[in-house]
């Protein structure tokens, strides 16, 4: 069974960026897309991008086009999301999940980041 | 985008109450739809895939239908553990989108 580890709580400046990463364990990584879900406090599920490993082709919600990048290392299983010019609203928990045809069983344990001068 | 009007965005309802959760997408998805649920603090956890597949391990009285633009999830007897707040989930293009959530409070 695929899981999910998520790197920890980041606690950021405003203007600066974040990169959270999701290493993948007991599955095979490449083969399957890693989505990026965020969700503000309060607030509901965002997706925000999407990267398949074994091609290194990403897509972007408009939302986040030119300040989210998604990147995936196959040789740790490990996917990223690096999210740039952040501001107060960007403060949310950020998780990564496995896509396997509309079967998203596959989630991180969400990592909480917190954009505050 | 597609756009996924979920409704209704809350529901108070009792311990063996049947409830039914819908969404609408904006232009034709096949069934390339997913539920979740979520409870605070915690990741969202599949319950239906491909907008009618009950995913292993969820108990029967969840279930799915709806094909193209049309989906709806069904509880057919609440219990207290199923107090919680529900998400579909449009996988059919990138961007995906969900829909805005349900909150399912105890009456």
């Known amino acids: 069974q695929v899981q999910l580890v998520q790197s920890g709580a980041e606690v950021k400046k405003p203007g600066s960026s974040v990169k959270v990463s999701c290493k993948a364990s007991g599955g095979t990584f490449s083969s399957y897309a890693i989505s990026w879900v965020r969700q503000a406090p309060g607030q509901g599920l965002e997706w925000m991008g999407r990267?398949?490993?074994?091609?290194?082709?990403?897509n972007y919600a408009q939302k986040f086009q030119g300040r989210v990048t998604i990147t995936a290392d196959k040789s740790t299983s490990t996917a990223y999301m690096e999210l740039s010019s952040l501001r107060s609203e960007d403060t949310a928990v950020y998780y990564c999940a496995r896509e396997i045809s509309s079967s998203w069983s596959n989630w991180g344990q969400g990592t909480l980041v917190t954009v505050s001068s | 985008a597609i756009q996924m009007t979920q409704s209704p965005s809350s529901l108070s309802a009792s311990v063996g109450d049947r409830v039914t959760i819908t969404c609408r997408a904006s232009q034709g998805i096949r069934n390339d739809l997913g539920w979740y649920q979520q409870k605070p603090g915690k990741a969202p956890k599949l319950l239906i895939y491909a907008a009618s597949s009950l995913q292993s391990g969820v108990p029967s009285r969840f279930s799915g239908s709806g094909s193209g633009t049309d989906f709806t999830l069904t509880i057919s007897s609440l219990q207290p553990e199923d107090f919680a707040t529900y998400y579909c989930l449009q996988d059919y293009n990138p961007p995906y989108t969900f829909g805005q959530g349900t909150k399912l409070e105890i009456k």
């Open positions: 990267i398949i490993p074994i091609l290194g082709i990403a």
